[in-house]
């Protein structure tokens, strides 16, 4: 973690542009703002690299600023020039300052004339911290090799340079090549029916935040899902993924309904091979999605709820820097329900809603003070720390609550009107809070106290009046789970036939930490966990079976983590067998072989684990 020198954040002294400064970038916002990006780059497979050009146009706001400075990590920089007006060029000096481990390097370049555009000639790493290669043999056809992006949270600056904040918005225009036959797809419009001919152009006109640059290339077919919609993927996937995701357009209109006209244009959906480290990812025109969600029954479709409700929350509405990552994450959480419950009805948005906070109830209590409130002092805090089940959790459990208190009709409206004024901004929490105070709870007075709202966003813990839904059939399974343990009623005679694949990862999560072997083994015989093709399944199943010390699922569960780089799917598998030492020996030989196949930040995050069993810490 980055150690932020202490700033009074607290002092009323100290200007606002000293409090709204982005400790994740060393951009310099009030000197100089990037407004519109145009890239030129190869897509180099061998070299595993993007070769090319970024031409950055500027907007300089002060006068005297001596230098443009960007963000980079692992970036060769072969050339930097300045374009007038005319766009005549004239080279330009610059410094590429050493490597810190959490920001990269600083990129200042030299320009006291304050050209209108500036164009870096460059090329990025094979070890670009948010790019991902793949040869042909890494993927499902096996014919093209793939790669991809994924730039949230400071992930941008490893394959462009730039200003990496998300408090900074631009335009930005791009033209990709590619071997032939390969698609290439970014964060903006994209043409179905463009010729696999290697070269390919993009146009995104809304002015974005740099978290959202997106690029995906490899074997990619596409199949229609609705007017407006397609799902992008490998040959051999896009079939089951069209059918999968076939309720896309329901799920737009069920959104527009609900807060105004999706303003994006398309909502197409690329499915990556397994190796993406996260469910999902909001890009613009084209979230990215893990292929674990293709389980055959729609049952994992929330994804796209959620994705697709970041095109209002996160996306039009940003959160200004890493710190205020709730309002991103909490508010689509939140959104996310809603459209769940409005197309596949309310039981299941309150099963879900059940299963995040209990979990949440579960795992707070364990973390830092500051990490448990909504808008955490920023300071020693790096960017993806902010991003734990507090800003999801937490964050959607108080919109939910204000939601409560202040009645459906009077809330949406807000939250509509919300979405409306912030289009296309960045903001800050204290500028949300003073959107709600203004809009909500001072239009509406007697509903909830301002102190009440301040302690959900600014004191850790979860407030004791925080309303809970109610499932029945989360009751039940309580209930059957309660008497499994107890003795009192056999694994095959659990109703577990028709539990749907939220019921079992509710049965699953609230087991005992390490239940007896006994009790997995006769689970297993009875429902055949091992194996399961359903990785929210397999992901608990395995994380309680290794703990309850079942060697029996080893073999399954090093296939399970083997497969699937979604690190939410398959750290706690690590993290089970590295509970021991015999359990950390085989968990470092299955990591061995599967390293390869891995994102270089899935890498990471297993690497620490095993690190910190070897040295005996949690
Ligand atoms: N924007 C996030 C993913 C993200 C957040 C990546 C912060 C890097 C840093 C995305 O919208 C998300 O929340 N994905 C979830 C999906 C789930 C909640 C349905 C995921 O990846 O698990
Ligand atoms: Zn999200």
């Known amino acids: 973690m980055r150690a932020i020198p202490a700033l009074a954040l607290g002092a009323l002294v100290l200007p606002l542009s000293a409090l709204a400064a982005d400790p994740h970038s060393y951009a310099q916002p009030n000197e100089v703002r990037v407004t519109h990006l145009d890239l030129d780059l190869a897509i180099d497979f061998p070299h595993k690299a993007l070769d090319g050009t970024a031409t950055l146009s500027l907007d300089w706001k002060d006068p005297n600023a001596p230098a443009l400075v960007l963000d980079t990590r692992d970036l060769k920089i072969a050339k930097v020039e300045g374009l007038d007006t005319a766009g005549r060029a004239s080279a330009l000096k610059f410094a590429l300052a050493p490597r810190d481990k959490e920001l990269g390097s600083k990129l200042t370049i030299q320009a006291p004339r304050h050209p209108a555009k500036v164009r870096i000639v460059y090329a990025t790493s094979p070890q670009a911290s948010g790019l991902q290669w793949l040869t042909p043999a890494q993927t499902a056809d096996k014919k093209l090799p793939f790669m991809f992006s994924q730039s949230e949270s400071i992930h941008a600056r490893s394959w462009v340079p730039l200003q990496d904040s998300p408090a900074i918005r631009f335009t930005y225009t791009a033209h990709v090549t590619a071997p032939k036959d390969v698609r290439v797809v970014m964060s903006a419009i994209n043409d179905a029916k463009h010729p696999l001919d290697g070269d390919f152009r993009f146009d995104q006109p809304h002015p974005i935040p740099s978290y959202l640059l997106a690029i995906g290339a490899g074997d990619i077919a596409v199949e229609e899902t609705g007017p407006r919609s397609a799902v992008y993927a490998e040959p051999s996937v896009v079939g089951k993924a069209a059918h999968e995701f076939e309720d896309t357009e329901k799920l737009i209109e069920a959104t527009e309904q609900l807060y105004g006209p999706y303003a994006w244009g398309r909502y197409d959906i690329l499915v990556l091979p397994p190796s993406f480290p996260y469910g999902g990812m909001e890009n613009p025109n084209m979230t990215f999605a893990t292929p674990t969600v293709l389980v055959g029954d729609k049952s994992l479709v929330s994804l796209v709820s959620h994705e697709l409700a970041h095109s209002w929350s996160g996306n039009l509405v940003t959160a200004a820097s890493w710190r205020d990552i709730w309002l991103n994450e909490g508010f689509t959480t939140y959104v996310q329900g809603r459209i769940t419950e409005a197309v596949y009805g309310k039981a299941l948005a309150d099963e879900e809603a059940l299963l995040s906070a209990r979990a949440l109830q579960k795992s707070i209590g364990d973390m830092p003070a500051n990490s448990q409130k909504l808008a955490p002092d920023p300071r020693g805090v790096g960017a993806d720390d902010s991003l734990s089940d507090v800003a999801y959790d937490k964050g959607s459990w108080f919109l939910r609550t204000l939601e409560q208190r202040f009645g459906r009709g009077t809330f949406d409206e807000w939250l509509k009107a919300y979405f409306h004024r912030h289009a296309f901004t960045s903001i800050t929490t204290e500028q949300m809070l003073a959107d709600m105070k203004a809009n909500l709870f001072d239009t509406h007075p007697g509903k909830m106290s301002w102190d009440e709202a301040k302690a959900w966003v600014y004191q850790p813990g979860i407030p004791r009046e925080a309303p809970l839904p109610t499932s ?117 030989a299955a990591y061995a072989k599967a390293k390869d196949g891995y994102h270089p930040m899935t890498q990471g995050a297993i690497e620490s684990i095993l690190r910190k069993a070897r040295q005996g810490k949690k």
Do not use: C
Request: glycine residues 6%.
């Open 472 to 588: 029945l059939r989360f009751q039940t399974i309580d209930k059957e789970r309660a008497d499994f343990l107890a003795g009192t009623l056999d694994a095959n005679e659990l109703d577990a036939k028709g539990w749907n694949t939220q019921e079992w990862m509710y049965f699953l999560d609230r087991l005992p930490d390490a239940p007896p072997l006994s009790k997995m083994k006769q689970l297993d015989a009875a429902w055949h966990l091992t194996g399961t093709p359903n990785a929210e399944i397999g992901m608990r199943w395995y994380s309680h079976a290794i703990a309850a010390g079942d060697k029996n699922v080893w073999e399954d569960a090093r296939e399970h983590m083997t497969r699937i780089g979604r690190m939410y799917l398959t750290l706690p598998v690590y993290k089970a067998f590295a509970a021991t030492p015999e359990g950390l020996a085989y968990a470092e």
